[in-house]
């Protein structure tokens, strides 16, 4: 469905607030319901969102077989017991992560937040290397948990107030920098993982320079650390290919968001060299949580899995990808990133941000300087959807 180009409600109570406070004020937007690309608020009003709720509905919000799975599991096995007994469906789950990751790849550490994933392949590198260090790039967004906070370059502000407690050897260097750069900081050895998001998403919807990541993953291979690629945002189809990070093949994958269709999952898929340097068990886990592997997460992913293979997900999300900057070049505006983590070029993004909103479009400004409007949008977003959404665009921007 299209947005509804008026919002009334959306307007007067904006007006109401307004008179009450006497001043302008952001009314929240409350979420009632959302299916496909489409939320309804409290109010009825119809909204496109262009976010996938943060990139989680790839394949869009409330996607029946995701739901479907969900209820099923629920009626059999609710929640099972962490590392203490694997079941089923969790299983089933890391025989196909492993088929799905790049060649290699065939261990997964669960989580339940993209943060939990990447504080994993911390704990990896660290056991597996020996080293501390982690080398991370201007603009770097890995979650707000605490053991992935300091490895944040996108906001300080985000770790200010926490510096003395985050990760006390961490390097920035700037996204797409000069090898030479990237080799002088691994030179003395410290540096356990570096750590990149093959395309930046918070930080900018950016994509590094062609062949960048390849020539990073094998100066950090010669240097003795892992490469470890964050695509909890990137992942699963979103950028054109299942996977962002191309030929360059990393030793840790971090997935998340979209990979159980709304539930709460992520992993970090690791080689056996890497992931073996945990050791055998000798009793209790020395990493676990009390929800890890949920079932019903678990056959969620399943199902969302299967849409993203069986309806060909990086596919749609290319012809969408280009449908999108094509149109948007047509009307004299710029794009960045690849696939659907687009950025558009704007001069002020955080108006046209509310003013799509009111129009009924949700999106936000990306960027260290919100110097691109993104858009992370379901790769079953319509030809219709799309065009109406520049056609709005063009009037307000
Ligand atoms: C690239 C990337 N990594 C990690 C995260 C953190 O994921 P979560 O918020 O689920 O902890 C995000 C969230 O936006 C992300 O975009």
């Known amino acids: 469905m299209l947005a509804r180009h008026e919002c009334p409600a959306i307007t007067a109570r904006r007006a109401r607030r307004a008179a009450a406070l006497g001043a302008a004020d952001d009314d929240p937007v409350v979420w009632a319901e959302a299916v496909g690309a489409n939320v309804k608020d409290v109010d009825g009003n119809l909204f496109v969102d262009l976010t996938a709720g943060f990139g989680v509905a790839l394949i869009g919000h409330r996607h029946p077989r995701v739901v479907d799975a969900a209820a099923a599991q629920g009626h059999t096995l609710l929640h099972a017991m962490g590392d203490a007994f694997p079941d089923v469906t969790r299983i089933a789950l890391l025989e196909r992560l492993a088929g799905l990751a790049p060649a290699g790849l065939e261990v997964a550490i669960l ?30 967004y890995h979650g707000l948990a605490l053991g992935a906070l300091g490895l944040q370059a996108y906001n300080a502000g985000f770790t200010a107030p926490f510096r003395r407690i985050t990760h006390p050897a961490v390097r ?14 691994l030179a003395d050895g410290t540096i356990g993982m570096v750590l990149v998001e093959p395309v930046q998403g918070r930080g900018g919807m950016r994509a590094p320079p062609d062949g960048w990541l390849a020539e990073v993953a094998s100066l950090t291979r010669r240097s003795g650390a892992l490469f470890a690629c964050d695509e909890i945002l990137t992942g699963l189809g979103r950028t054109g290919s299942m996977w962002a990070h191309g030929e360059a093949v990393p030793d840790l994958l971090c997935t998340g968001k979209a990979l159980a269709g709304g539930f709460p999952l992520s992993a970090c898929l690791g080689t056996r060299a890497a992931m073996d340097a ?18 019903v997460g678990c056959a969620a992913a399943l199902a969302a899995l299967d849409v993203i293979t069986e309806d060909d997900v990086p596919l749609r999300a290319a012809s969408i990808a280009a449908r999108l900057s094509d149109h948007l070049g047509a009307i004299g505006l710029a794009t960045t990133g690849r696939g659907l ?23 936000f400004p990306a960027g260290r300087r919100g110097e691109v409007l993104g858009l992370t949008p379901s790769a079953f977003l319509t030809d219709e959807q799309v065009d109406a959404f520049v056609a709005t665009l063009a009037e307000i921007a």
């Open 172 to 185: 920035v260097l700037p996204y797409g920098c000069p090898a030479t750069d990237v080799a002088n900081a």
């Open 341 to 363: 983590v687009l950025g558009i070029e704007l001069p002020n993004t955080l108006a046209a941000s509310r003013k799509l909103l009111q129009r009924g479009y949700i999106a």
């Open 278 to 295: 945990w050791g055998a068990s000798t009793g209790e886990a020395i990493h676990t949580q009390t929800f890890l592997g949920h079932p």
């Open 111 to 140: 989580g339940l937040s993209g943060a939990d994933a990447v504080e994993a392949a911390v704990k990896t590198a660290v056991i597996a290397t020996g080293r501390d260090g982690v080398l991370v790039f201007e603009g770097a």
